[in-house]
């Protein structure tokens, strides 16, 4: 084992201003319902049509000549479901308004979302991307695999500037990462990228504990199915960035059809009403269990970041299979964010289809497991992984590493 050492994140140690100077939780009730009160309204319309009725067809030419030629939402009414919708544009809104940024753009799907950023560079012929692993699994595989025409240079941090060539548009990182925890020093790699964009994956640390934007990211991205959504019942993703490359993300959707549903608009609306205080809880809960299981014979070494939030992974020294199949309370589930606790095996579920030997290189190891802390009590929590992870061995210590990734 390791020489120990332990976090020093502080479970409430979340911040509490948003960019625009009110306080993040004032924001997250407020951002994208702006205009209610003017309307007569207390909740957020959901509008469902897919089309909308014009009279002056001259002018429809002359919004979607001007779509077509920025990018940018069209002046008036609707024009298509396809090209935008109101309710979804509330959920952009507010999310830009979160993360600090000029815009943000939804889509159907994280990966949805991500397709969309890399296929904006390659119509550019920029197809070449620099990433760091651990990625979410599926993106890995999507640049690994060409889906869409990219090619990759893997690389650490520190090796981000040399793997930079003139056909790169894009930098790739996600921080917390997934599952690891490992976390990435944005400002010093926001500036290797010089002018390259650089995409943060920031979905399991969400506005909440950390802005991108504000260490020079370009392109912020969340799966909104998450932690934003919160309640595991919408599948989302969306991309925050500025207003020009809004524009090119937008013109993608409408030509592809990765757009969001409005009811999934509306429902992740009114999870980042309660992103702050569930990031707050579920930290606590998650700080106070990665403390646990460190003291614990059972468990080999635990992963937990210095920023917080409410992602545990931990390596056991038995069966992670059997803990999988053991636990009553919390469910054994892909996914993550959601009200209730999920535990997933990595290397059978999230990370099956990245290759083996790279899996492990990125210190995704056969015995790793990741828990989705919750809004549980946490000694319910906590006697169903004591129960899942099986009888102590006798006479074993209790002294274990927490093991902090290193930026």
């Not at 030629?69 to 479901?81: F, I, L, N, R, S």
């Not at 790279?358 to 169903?384: F, H, K, Q, T």
Request: glycine share 10%.
């Amino acid at each position: 084992m390791d020489s120990a050492r332990t976090h020093t994140s502080s479970p409430g140690d979340v911040r509490t201003t948003a960019p625009t100077g009110r306080a993040l939780a004032t924001e997250a009730v407020h951002a994208g319902r702006d205009d209610l009160a003017g309307r007569g309204l207390h909740a957020p319309p959901i509008d469902l049509s897919t089309t909308y009725p014009s009279y002056d067809s001259r002018g429809e030419a002359a919004r979607i000549d001007a779509f077509a030629a920025t990018g940018a939402e069209p002046d008036g009414p609707p024009v298509y479901g396809r090209l935008g919708n109101p309710t979804v544009a509330r959920f952009e809104t507010a999310l830009a308004r979160l993360e600090g940024t000029e815009a943000a753009v939804a889509f159907a799907s994280g990966m949805a979302a991500l397709s969309a950023v890399l296929l904006v560079r390659g119509s550019m012929g920029l197809r070449h991307v620099v990433a760091v692993r651990p990625l979410y699994g599926c993106s890995d595989h999507l640049l690994t695999a060409g889906l869409l025409g990219s090619e990759v240079t893997w690389t650490d941090p520190a090796g981000v500037a040399d793997a930079l060539r003139p056909d790169t548009g894009l930098v790739l990182v996600e921080s917390p990462a997934n599952p690891t925890l490992a976390e990435v020093d944005l400002r010093a790699v926001a500036h290797a990228c010089g002018s390259v964009p650089l995409l943060v994956d920031n979905t399991f640390a969400t506005p909440v504990l950390q802005r991108p934007a504000e260490s020079g990211a370009r392109l912020v991205l969340h799966s909104a199915t998450k932690y934003l959504g919160g309640h595991g019942d919408v599948l989302a993703g969306v991309v925050a960035c500025d207003e020009e490359f809004a524009g090119r993300l937008r013109q993608v959707r409408f030509a592809t059809g990765g757009v969001l549903h409005p009811l999934a608009g509306y429902l992740l609306l009114r999870g980042l009403s309660t992103l702050p205080v569930r990031v707050r809880a579920a930290s606590a809960g998650a700080a106070e269990l990665a403390g646990r299981l460190a003291a614990d014979p059972r468990v080999a070494r635990v992963h937990y970041p210095r920023i917080g939030g409410a992602m545990v992974s931990f390596e056991v020294h038995g069966d992670p299979h059997q803990v999988i199949a053991g636990v009553r309370l919390i469910t054994p589930a892909v996914s993550l964010g959601s009200v209730d606790t999920l535990i997933q095996h990595p290397a059978s579920i999230s990370h099956r289809i990245v290759d083996a030997d790279d899996r492990r290189g990125a210190g995704v190891g056969d015995r790793l497991l990741r828990l989705s802390v919750g809004l549980e009590d946490v000694d319910d929590l906590w006697a169903d992984l004591d129960r899942a992870l099986g009888e102590r061995a006798a006479g074993a210590t209790t002294a274990r590493e927490v093991l902090t990734p290193a930026e």
